[in-house]
T-cell receptor, first 120, second 113 residues
């Protein structure tokens, strides 16, 4: 399967602990996005990478959150000193740059299955 | 402020009939609109999209209509099938760096056999 993969699928942690999630995008995609989805809401944008450069961050991304994409391949999202309000589904998506070699709709993003975080 | 709104949290239709899901937006900078479908415990799956230069796009049983003056789009599914039962999200993108997606809150569609 060559889709977007995320690990772990579920994470339960105690308040105050640090957690790290991993996302592996579709291999030919140079854009990678992180979103957060809480119950009954649509996904909300957190941050975006083009290759290894983090180009945009939402105001939702507090200083406890950090994301990296070393070498422009997989990405990690770390949450330090977790709070109960961090409980959510964390979704990763990837896309190619419009006009790339892969035939895709403009701006179509492919999502992974998500990591569900529960902070006790 | 919610820039993309789906005012119907749920919709129930009979198998074989038409499902119409609606979405409204406020940001006039949005130029590309997408519909995603989500099953429980899975990530959203892309369904269909439309550019602001068009008013209709069709793909099999799915058709998306865009009314720019009303800042409204809709997804029509015909005929509806039980396997279409899922949560449907409308999303919009503006021509800026990264083209992040702004999502609506979703509509749960239930197609009854």
């Amino acid at each position: 399967d060559t889709g977007v993969s995320q690990d772990p699928r579920h994470k339960i942690t105690k308040r105050g602990q640090n957690v790290t999630f991993r996302c592996d995008p579709i291999s030919e995609h140079n854009r990678l996005y992180w979103y957060r989805q809480t119950l009954g809401q649509g996904p909300e944008f957190l941050t975006y990478f083009q290759n290894e450069a983090q180009l945009e961050k939402s105001r939702l991304l507090s200083d406890r959150f950090s994301a990296e994409r070393p070498k422009g391949s997989f990405s990690t999202l770390e949450i330090q000193r977790t709070e109960q309000g961090d409980s959510a589904m964390y979704l990763c998506a990837s896309s190619s740059r419009p006009g790339g070699t892969v035939k895709l709709y403009y701006n179509e993003q492919f999502f992974g299955p998500g990591t569900r975080l529960t902070v006790l | 402020d919610q820039q993309v709104k789906q005012n119907s949290p749920s919709l129930s239709v009979q198998e074989g009939r038409i499902s119409i899901l609606n979405c409204d937006y406020t940001n006039s900078m949005f130029d590309y609109f997408l519909w995603y479908k989500k099953y429980p415990a899975e990530g959203p799956t892309f369904l269909i999209s439309i550019s602001s230069i068009k008013d209709k796009n069709e793909d099999g049983r799915f058709t998306v209509f865009l009314n720019k003056s009303a800042k409204h789009l809709s997804l029509h599914i015909v005929p509806s099938q039980p396997g279409d039962s899922a949560v449907y999200f409308c999303a919009a993108s503006a021509p800026r760096a990264g083209n992040m997606l702004t999502f609506g809150g979703g509509t749960r569609l239930m197609v009854k056999p």
